[in-house]
């Protein structure tokens, strides 16, 4: 009886926590933070435009200096996928100095291959890290929970597309392996 009694209290409790840890967000106005990125990108020289992209993709385009966020979504998402794109600018205003630090080589390799794909996944995942660090420095309010939901549902499909191809099977079966050992040792 007693544990029983004990999981059920520390599972309200910890329900009762998640609640109050969203409602911190709800009358957060997140047009009116939108409008500021979207004065910031101005200020770097971006225009910024909403409306319905293919296959939810926001984008952003270096030469005539646009972003494009896909609209078709919740304010709060709106929000975070033009912080991602922002992020792109961020890391594309001092591109040679990023390529250096991530050793990224893109000339050396073909578009399709898997070392090319591979390290656009890296800056994507940079461009979240970029967006969100900027939006915390410019004081906005970002539901870390939501926020890492919308980026690894983006990075996911990243991951598909990076690896739509053979995979040296002998890495494979050595990574699954000692991610699965370690997993057991995280349950213990
Ligand atoms: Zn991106």
Redesign the pocket.
């Known amino acids: 009886m007693v544990p029983e009694k004990k999981t059920l209290i520390k599972k309200g409790k910890k329900q009762k926590k998640a609640t109050e840890s969203r409602s911190k967000y709800d009358n957060v106005d997140w047009q009116a933070q939108t409008d500021k990125v979207v004065r910031y990108c101005g200020r770097r020289g971006f225009s910024v435009k909403f409306q319905k992209c293919k296959h939810q993709c ?3 385009c270096f030469v005539e200096q646009e972003i494009v966020v896909h609209n078709g979504s919740t304010p709060e998402r709106i929000f975070y996928c033009l912080l ?2 922002l ?2 600018v961020l890391i594309h205003e001092n591109y040679q100095m990023y390529s250096q630090n991530t050793g990224f080589v893109s000339s050396n390799f073909s578009l399709q291959s898997m070392t090319q794909k591979i390290s656009e996944v890296e ?2 995942y940079d ?2 890290r970029l967006g969100y660090k900027l939006a915390k420095k410019m004081r906005l309010k970002v539901d870390r929970m939501a926020f890492e939901k919308l980026k690894a549902s ?1 990075l996911s499909t ?1 991951f598909e597309w990076a690896i739509d191809r053979k995979i040296d099977t002998k890495i494979k079966n050595a990574v699954s392996g000692a991610l699965k050992k370690a997993a057991s040792k995280k349950e213990k």
């Open positions: 926001s984008t952003v991602h794109e992020g792109h800056e994507e461009a979240w983006y990243y």
